[in-house]
Each structure stands twice: as C-alpha cells, then as structure tokens.
C-alpha cells in the first residue's frame, strides 16, 4: 500500500521555525501536485500550501510569506518550511495529493505541530 509518512513537527514559540517532511512510498509521486494540510482543534482540515510537479507554488493568504513548500523528487519527499509561527499555526499537518482523492493511497498519521510560549 502506498504510505505518506509525515515528520518534523514539535514544539515551538512564537516567531521560532519548523521544517516538515513528507515521504512517500511511490515514485509516482513526481508526476502529482502535492500540498501541506493542517487540522487546528475544533477546526476542518485546510490546505495551506501546494506544489505542482513542475514547482509551481500556492499559499493560502494566512501563511504567504511565513511557510515555504519544495519537494525533491529523487527521494520522493515534500517539505514545508514555517518560520515565524503564530499560536494560530498549531495543527496536525499533513501532506497530501492535490486534490488528495487522486493519491494512491490513505491519509497519512500527520505530525503535530504546537506553537506556544
């Protein structure tokens, strides 16, 4: 079964980094637009960022000029890199196909990322 396997998250104040990554099982990953989910508390699942095969990137209004999205397809991995983080960033974030009904395979278990002084 193909798998999406999520790391890098943790804790962090206000205004510190993360870097997440994506791993995916399939080398048929380079031909899909991928993105970065999240899921705040009592909150549905947005999409925060996207990757086209070609490295076309797309950002969601509250994120631009914070999170940066790449991915290298030799080693089938998406990354997102979130700088300045706001309390408002904690989430599960996961990564996904673009539109993630097109993926191969299920959700994967996300990482959770906390934002707090």
């Known amino acids: 079964q193909v798998q999406l396997v999520e790391s890098g998250g943790g804790l962090v104040h206000p205004g510190g980094s993360l870097r997440l990554s994506c791993a995916a099982s399939s080398q048929l990953f380079r031909i899909y637009a991928m993105g970065w989910y999240r899921r705040a508390p009592g909150k549905q699942r947005e999409l925060v960022a996207t990757i086209t095969s070609g490295g076309s990137t797309k950002y969601v209004d509250s994120v631009l000029g914070r999170f940066t999205i790449s991915r290298d397809n030799a080693k089938n991995t998406v990354y997102l890199q979130m700088n300045s983080l706001k309390p408002e960033d904690t989430a599960v974030y996961y990564c996904?196909?673009?539109?993630?009904?097109?993926?191969?395979?299920?959700w994967g278990q996300g990482t959770q990322v906390t934002v707090s002084s």
């Open positions: 996904n196909a673009d539109p993630p009904e097109s993926w191969l395979g299920p």
